[in-house]
């Protein structure tokens, strides 16, 4: 791996052929900074000779495993109840679908503190070779933006991104519930906001109108996050749970749920 691996087409078909047939990968850096096809394996740094001949198989088969060298930044949810769902005489934005406001108690959990990446969605797609975003050019998220939120994916390639890390780091991953979210994006105390009750403002999240395209994961931290320390639960993306809604888009207006609330785990 050099430099301008990153944007070898015959690199990457190499690298696919051998992911198809199953063969192992040894990446080798062997000069300049790390490529981001590196970012989820061990490799071995070759870097001004940093690898003596005389032991060359020898630190070259310690890479062999292959393990992820990154893993989310959690965040642990303590057990307790919190007010799930909307006050329509405290949230004059509050919807049918989000009523009646009540009480829920939920086990503890841990849950990521920032929205999947760019960079993290590739190393995804370089370790499987799952597809693409289709507006990503080259199959490349575009230059600059890799610590934005990865957008247009599916909730079946969230399910598939959460199956790879888990297998990949021997922990297990899922997406969140619709309560799980919920509770770590609002605290325990019922507040409209990760914030508190005060309406949006550019300090605080990206919203539809200030920005019109997604920011870094935490451009709006510390004062846009959740009473637990979360990220970006309010603007810049939608966001996946693995709890069902129904038939109807939920972000239609006239949309109801078929699992309408009190909510059922």
Not at 7 to 20: D, H, K, N, P, T
Not at 95 to 124: G, M, S
Not at 179 to 206: H, L, M, Q, T, V
Not at 221 to 234: F, I, K
């Amino acid at each position: 791996m050099t430099p301008d691996s990153e944007g070898s087409e015959w690199v990457e078909r190499e690298i696919l052929l051998a992911q198809r047939e199953r063969k192992p990968i040894f990446p080798l850096l062997l000069y300049g900074q790390e490529n981001p096809l590196l970012i989820t394996i061990q490799y071995a740094d070759v870097t001004n000779g940093r690898m003596p001949p005389d032991n060359f198989y020898e630190r070259l088969a310690q890479v062999a495993p292959c393990k992820p060298k990154f893993k989310p930044e959690l965040i642990h949810i303590a057990a307790g109840e919190f007010l799930m769902g909307s006050d329509p005489k405290k949230d004059k934005d509050a919807e049918e679908c989000e009523q009646p406001q009540h009480r829920l108690c939920l086990p503890d959990y841990y849950i990521a503190k920032t929205p999947v990446t760019n960079a993290q969605y590739l190393a995804f797609l370089e370790s499987t070779g799952h597809d693409r975003p289709k507006h990503w050019e080259r199959g490349k998220p575009q230059g600059g933006k890799e610590d934005h939120p990865v957008v247009e994916v599916t909730w079946h390639d969230a399910m598939d991104y959460c199956r790879w890390l888990a297998e990949a780091t021997d922990r297990i991953y899922r997406l969140p519930s619709e309560a799980e979210w919920e509770k770590a994006a609002r605290g325990s105390d019922g507040r409209i906001y990760p914030w508190g009750d005060d309406p949006p403002d550019k300090s605080r999240c990206n919203f539809s109108t200030n920005v019109e395209d997604t920011t870094p994961i935490e451009m709006y931290s510390p004062q846009g996050d959740s009473p637990c320390g979360c990220v970006d639960m309010a603007g810049n993306v939608w966001e996946w749970t693995r709890s069902l809604w129904g038939k109807d888009k939920p972000w239609k207006k006239s949309g109801q749920p078929d699992f309408k609330y009190p909510y059922d785990p």
